[in-house]
């Protein structure tokens, strides 16, 4: 399939990719999504438009990502499969592709109880891998999940999320390879901490083949304050946040943690750089877009390759 995506195109060229998220407002204003966009135009080289992430309430995936396309950003579409049946989740991936969205990350999403709809019905008609398989259907065989043949295949660059970090470790990677086979083209890993686990599960998804096969994007969270990283150290599953870092954050002065938690983030990122089986990059600044230019800078992630 010839490349449709920007991030494709970087990833398929070699070079060190850098997206980033641009999170809707819980509303519909359209401007305080264009102020966001601003900070990470010509700065990265797509956007993860999240779906009701966390299970609250926010402005559409899909609306958000086009208003992005709108200030020239290239929008990584999430879709979850809480909230939408087979029938739902094949009819947008149809509608984004006609839209010009060219990426698109598979997900399962948070449970609901956890959002502020705690009695919402969740749908999971299909999951995270049968969405996967589904749209690489709709796009390489140009059959819907029914079998019927789709008039005019969407051309959409597949994403998948990996955790590294959960239950199980020694399973992760072969979770991955699961994603791989059922359609994945690029994978996003959750925020990555404990450099030497993450070195660990590159290195089993290598053995098994996996990295030949994928763009592997490690995930990047600046630590705002101490607060912030022993928040999730202690109350966010999956997440594996050392002692190390913990006690170098509380080692500076309060006024200084976040310049040292973006200090952190870029000795990440050059760690990431030089490791073998890693495509790139990307940053979950949660509601610090403004920061996104400074990191992109302090890292040496500018400027980025133009498609």
């Known amino acids: 399939m010839k490349a449709g995506s920007n991030l494709e195109r970087v990833l398929r060229a070699g070079h060190f990719a850098f997206t980033a998220e641009l999170g809707p407002p819980r509303g519909a204003d359209v401007e305080a999504l264009r102020r966001k966009a601003a900070f990470l135009r010509g700065r990265v080289d797509a956007v993860n438009v999240t779906d009701n992430q966390t299970a609250v309430v926010r402005m559409s995936s899909w609306g958000a990502s086009l208003i992005a396309l709108q200030e020239g950003l290239e929008p990584v579409y999430q879709m979850v499969c809480r909230d939408r049946n087979r ?66 295949p969407p051309r959409i660059f597949l994403g998948a999320a990996a955790n590294p970090f959960a239950d199980l470790p020694q399973f992760r990677a072969r979770r991955l390879a699961k994603k791989v086979r059922a359609g994945a083209d690029f994978v996003q890993t959750q925020c990555v901490f404990n450099m030497k686990r993450f070195a660990e599960f590159v ?52 006024k200084q943690v976040a310049d040292e938690g973006i200090r952190i983030a870029c000795e990440q990122i050059a760690e990431l750089r030089a490791m073998k089986g890693v495509s790139g990059v990307h940053l979950m600044a949660i509601e610090w877009e403004h920061r996104v230019p400074e990191i992109a800078e302090r890292a040496g992630l500018l400027p980025r390759p133009v498609s």
């Open 87 to 152: 029938l739902a989740m094949q009819a947008d991936v149809l509608g984004a592709s006609a839209n010009g969205i060219r990426n698109l990350l598979c997900l399962s999403g948070d449970l609901q109880e956890f959002g502020d709809h705690p009695e919402a019905k969740s749908v999971y008609d299909i999951d995270s891998l049968q969405l996967l398989q589904a749209v690489r259907g709709m796009r390489d065989d140009g059959k819907f999940l029914s079998g019927r043949p789709v008039e005019t």
């Open 203 to 254: 290195d089993q998804a290598g053995e098994l083949g996996v990295l030949d096969r994928v763009f592997l994007l490690a995930g990047i969270t600046p630590l705002k304050s101490v607060a912030m990283a022993t928040y999730m150290q202690q109350k966010v599953p999956g997440m594996d946040v050392p002692e190390a870092l913990l006690r170098r954050l509380g080692g500076v002065p309060k």
